[in-house]
T-cell receptor
C-alpha cells in the first residue's frame, strides 16, 4: 500500500489568493492524480500525470494547474482562488499490482474560499 | 463511454444486519472493478478489487463478485458494525488509460 501525504489538511483563505496544495508519495509510483470531490460526494478527475514532466487535464475542467518535476511530488496550484473553488481535493497515485493498476489516495485537503 | 451506477443512499442499518450495496457498470472490454470506502474526514481507502469475471474480492468481512453476465459488482457484508459507517464507492478501470470511473457513492449509517 502507498504512503501519500497531502498538506494542508484544511485551508481557509480569502478570494483572490494564490494557493498551492501539496501532494507527495514515497512509493515511487509513476502515475498520480488529482480529484475534486463535491459536497454531494461525487468525485471528478481534474488532473493526472503518467510521470515526470507529464501532465494532462482530467474529465472535469478546472482552473487549477499542476506540475510534475519530481516523481514523488505533484502539487496543485490555484492562481486566484474563488468561492466556487471551495471543495475537497484528493490526491492519488497508482501502481500495477494484482493484474491491474490500483490507485491509492491521500487524506485530502478541504479548501474553503471566503 | 464507461459508467458506474450504484445504489442511491443513504442506507441506514442496525448493527449485525446484512448489507448489500448494488453496483452495475457499462464498459467496453474487460474492466477491473473496485470498491473504495471513505470514512468521515478522510480520503478513499481501497476495500477490495476484482480483475476478471467470476473473481471474488474480499476484505474485512466485505465481499464482491465480478459478474460479467449481469455487469455487476455488488458489495455485501454479513454483519455490519457501527464502525462500518462510511461512504462506499464502486469504480471501474478499463482500457489502457489507467483512469478510474466512479459511481456517485452510497452513504451507509449503522446504528447500535
Amino acid at each position: 500500500e502507498a504512503d501519500i501525504y497531502q498538506t494542508p489538511r484544511y485551508l481557509v483563505i480569502g478570494t483572490g489568493k494564490k494557493i498551492t496544495l501539496e501532494c507527495s508519495q514515497t512509493m515511487g509510483h509513476d502515475k498520480m492524480y488529482w480529484y475534486q470531490q463535491d459536497p454531494g460526494m461525487e468525485l471528478h478527475l481534474i488532473h493526472y500525470s503518467y510521470g515526470v514532466n507529464s501532465t494532462e487535464k482530467g474529465d472535469l475542467s478546472s482552473e487549477s494547474t499542476v506540475s510534475r518535476i519530481r516523481t514523488e511530488h505533484f502539487p496543485l496550484t490555484l492562481e486566484s482562488a474563488r468561492p466556487s473553488h471551495t471543495s475537497q481535493y484528493l490526491c492519488a497515485s497508482s501502481e500495477y499490482e494484482g493484474e491491474t493498476d490500483t490507485q491509492y489516495f491521500g487524506p485530502g485537503t478541504r479548501l474553503t474560499v471566503l | 463511454g464507461d459508467s458506474v451506477t450504484q445504489m442511491e443512499g443513504p442506507v441506514t442499518l442496525s448493527e449485525e444486519a446484512f448489507l448489500t450495496i448494488n453496483c452495475t457498470y457499462t464498459a467496453t472490454g474487460y474492466p477491473s472493478l473496485f470498491w473504495y470506502v471513505q470514512y468521515p474526514g478522510e480520503g478513499l481507502q481501497l476495500l477490495l478489487k476484482a480483475t476478471k469475471a467470476d473473481d471474488k474480492g474480499s476484505n474485512k468481512g466485505f465481499e464482491a463478485t465480478y459478474r460479467k453476465e449481469t455487469t455487476s459488482f455488488h458489495l455485501e457484508k454479513g454483519s455490519v458494525q457501527v464502525s462500518d459507517s462510511a461512504v462506499y464507492f464502486c469504480a471501474l478501470s478499463g482500457g489502457s488509460n489507467y483512469k478510474l470511473t466512479f459511481g456517485k457513492g452510497t452513504l451507509l449509517t449503522v446504528n447500535p
